[in-house]
């Protein structure tokens, strides 16, 4: 019986420490499919978002946080363009912009104004791609609202017009962009407490496994 035990316990244990290595590799490498959920009413948008946000009005050139890449790239004071504040970004309907983020982000909201001639697609780092993403809007100085959340972290996305026989000339705004703000550093202390307490939850694990197979070793000899 003790030899059957011996060649059995090495297993046990070895199956114990198994399932505590992978408890502990999922709290590090969680993931899931990118799950986006697009948003077209802010209060909805922000009511669904958990983590503090972000803002980046676009009312001088020193933006913070995320660079804007375009062909044509203004900040303009027109009341139609601008959300809030004094200006807002304008870019040209037939070009496509690029919002680069400094740190990884799972929600953006923005409002798209005065967007008259073409849609706009939706794509972004993590390989998501929507059609029609921003759609022509019936009246001319309508404001948009378009919002994102994502199960995965995002670094960029961008938004993509196109050339029609009107919009040779024609701009939209962007402005009041609301983006995950970044993180705040975490201790390292609390990532090495959960390997402690792992390595502690093994240790105790073979601990008494070996102190069973003793107390047998001495039963078997008595």
């Known amino acids: 019986m003790l ?8 297993s046990k244990v ?44 676009f009312n001088d050139n020193a933006l913070e946080l995320v660079d804007v890449e375009s062909g044509y790239i203004r900040y303009r004071t027109n009341s139609s363009l601008v959300s809030e504040g004094d200006r807002a ?36 780092s993590l390989g998501n791609e929507l059609a029609d993403a921003l759609t022509v809007t019936d009246i001319w100085n309508a404001s948009t609202f378009f919002g994102v959340t994502s199960d995965v972290a995002l670094t960029s996305f961008t938004l993509t017009g196109f050339t029609t026989s ?11 962009l609301q983006f995950t703000a970044p993180p705040t550093d975490i201790p390292e202390p609390k990532t090495s407490l959960i390997f402690l307490l792992a390595l502690l939850a093994l240790l105790t ?7 069973i197979a003793k107390t047998l070793n001495n039963t078997n000899y008595l």
């Open 166 to 176: 009107s919009n040779a000339n024609a701009v939209f705004g962007i402005d009041a």
């Open 205 to 211: 694990t073979c601990h008494k496994s070996k102190l």
């Open 89 to 124: 970004l304008t870019l040209k309907e037939k070009n496509s912009v690029t919002f680069q983020f400094d740190h990884e982000v799972f929600a953006f909201g923005l409002f798209v104004n005065e967007l008259n001639s073409t849609n706009l697609n939706y794509t972004d």
């Open 14 to 57: 070895l199956r114990a420490s198994l399932r505590i290595l992978a408890f502990v590799s999922t709290l590090f490498s969680l993931s899931a499919n990118a799950g986006l959920i697009i948003y077209s009413d802010q209060e909805v948008f922000e009511s669904a978002v958990s983590s503090p946000l972000a803002f980046e009005g």
């Open 3 to 10: 030899s059957m035990f011996n060649r059995l316990m090495p």
